[in-house]
């Protein structure tokens, strides 16, 4: 008989939703999604990707990146500059504004850790990260 509630893709989804829903609640209330929060959080270790870059470490399409950068302009926590090693190509950093927010939306986040993780041995996190990224990787 099937199982839904021990079904693996189940679980997973429902997993995410939860986590999701508490990540949302941190970030909201700079006025950025989750997807948002993670265009910044990639910049924020290594400003001046492109797009492209970008979308292929969040596994997101052209389009959608291009909408999360837009927003994040908009929202001036972000800026586009000419690639100096390709004038064709544009590169992205974040702004003072965007630099100004991280402590404060990493703080909050930590909240959200703590919350996961009081569920969790160290050596079961450990664990579960090693097999989603396994899972994350084409």
Request: with cysteine; hydrophobic share 40%; charged share 30%.
């Amino acid at each position: 008989m099937f199982d839904i509630e021990n079904w693996l893709p189940f679980l997973l989804a429902k997993s995410h939703q939860h986590t999701c829903g508490l990540m949302k609640s941190c970030v909201e209330k700079f006025g950025l999604t989750p997807p948002q929060f993670a265009t910044l959080a990639f910049l924020w270790k290594k400003d001046g990707l492109n797009q492209q870059e970008l979308g292929n470490l969040m596994n997101v399409d052209r389009t959608t990146i291009g909408g999360i950068v837009e927003k994040l302009e908009k929202l001036g926590l972000v800026k586009r500059e000419v690639d100096l090693a390709d004038r064709r190509s544009q590169v992205l950093f974040t702004t003072p504004k965007g630099d100004g927010i991280r402590e404060e939306i990493l703080d909050g986040l930590g909240q959200v850790k703590l919350a996961l993780g009081d569920r969790l041995t160290p050596e079961e996190q450990e664990q579960l990260r090693a097999l989603l990224n396994k899972l994350r990787t084409k």
